[in-house]
């Protein structure tokens, strides 16, 4: 077997050195990102919680807004109108869609 060149094995070390260095400022960016993560979400729930604390605002009901037309409604209820369908031409739409070819 032949060794390899003391050229080539320092110029294959400091290629490894260069991607270890590269790989190193990596982990570290993300270390740091993990770190800044659960301030940020503590953060952001404390903004929730503080939306969610205020108090509720009544919505008012339709019988509260449109109290003279309670009555009205309660007898359009009771006699409910059979609409027909009105007399006119026959509908040729569906003879279209239903005609066998």
């Known amino acids: 077997m032949t060794e390899p060149q003391t050229g080539q094995t320092s110029a294959q070390e400091g290629i490894e050195a260069m991607a ?7 982990v570290v960016g993300l270390e740091r990102s993990l770190q800044s993560i659960p301030p940020l979400l503590a ?15 009544p919505v008012a009901t339709y ?9 009205e409604a309660i ?13 006119g031409r026959p509908r040729r739409g569906w003879r279209w869609f239903t005609r066998e070819v």
């Open 63 to 71: 019988a509260q807004l449109y109290p003279e037309l309670e009555g």
């Open 75 to 87: 007898e359009e209820e009771a006699t409910p109108e059979v609409v027909a369908p009105a007399p």
């Open 43 to 57: 953060k952001i729930i404390a903004h929730l919680e503080a939306q969610t604390a205020q108090p509720e605002v």
């Open 20 to 26: 270890f260095q590269l790989l190193l400022q990596k």
